[in-house]
């Protein structure tokens, strides 16, 4: 049975960091591109950050470039968010996945809620 | 960057009905769009890929069409199941994601 099984959300004050991870199991994780997305209270998806199979390619939505870094561990079968420098706008419950727009597989999380306030 | 223009961001419709949504790429994608279904407090679930191959497992009432940059999804009779939110998807260049549509029950 695949999983993917994100971790370390929570709640943080503006300017502070959270380190969000994903532990895959059931599929060949090494193979794929992996994905961070998040989605706001009330609204729409949005595509954060992606990775290639083997980490050496990173992107990230223009709301988020140069606060967080997206990582894998291919040994452990993990994704990693880290997010410095929080703002209350990156308040949301962000998931873990694998897409498959061009082919499937599609595997996603159920998501780890992300809260910033003061 | 590449936006995706969904419509209507909202519809009433009654079960039986056909439900036809669409969306709209700035600039051409191929056929590198999905589309996506989400229920409340779940993930997103995936209806259809390249455009207009039905995931498997995907009632086919669902049907996708389109290429280039017009794209569309068609619930040929809607269920009461079908009551969710529906998102297009571009993966062509980064990602993008719809705006989204409500369907709700008339």
């Known amino acids: 049975e695949v999983q993917l099984l994100e971790s370390g959300g929570g709640l943080v004050q503006p300017g502070g960091s959270l380190r969000l991870s994903c532990a895959a199991s059931?599929?060949?994780?090494?193979?794929?591109?992996m994905y961070w997305v998040r989605q706001a209270p009330g609204k729409g998806l949005e595509w954060v950050s992606s990775i290639n199979y083997n980490g050496h390619y990173t992107y990230y939505a223009d709301s988020v470039k140069g606060r967080f870094t997206i990582s894998r561990d291919n040994t452990k079968n993990t994704l990693h968010l880290q997010m410095d420098s929080l703002r209350a706008e990156d308040t949301a419950l962000y998931y873990c996945a694998k897409l498959g727009v061009r082919e499937p597989p599609d595997y996603w999380g159920q998501g780890t809620l992300v809260a910033v306030f003061s | 960057a590449i936006q995706m223009t969904q419509s209507p961001s909202s519809l009433s419709a009654s079960v039986g009905d056909r439900v036809t949504i669409t969306c709209r790429a700035s600039?051409?994608?191929?056929?590198?769009l999905g589309w996506y279904q989400q229920k409340p407090g779940k993930a997103p679930k995936i209806l259809i890929y390249a455009a207009s191959s039905l995931q498997s497992g995907v009632p086919s009432r669902f049907s996708g069409s389109g290429s280039g940059t017009d794209f569309t999804l068609t619930i040929s009779s809607l269920q009461p199941e079908d009551f969710a939110t529906y998102y297009c998807?571009?993966?062509?260049?980064?990602?993008?994601f719809g705006g989204g549509t409500k369907v709700e029950i008339k």
């Open positions: 059931g599929f060949i994780f090494s193979n794929y591109v």
């Open positions: 998807l571009q993966d062509f260049s980064y990602l993008t």
């Open positions: 600039q051409g994608i191929g056929n590198y």
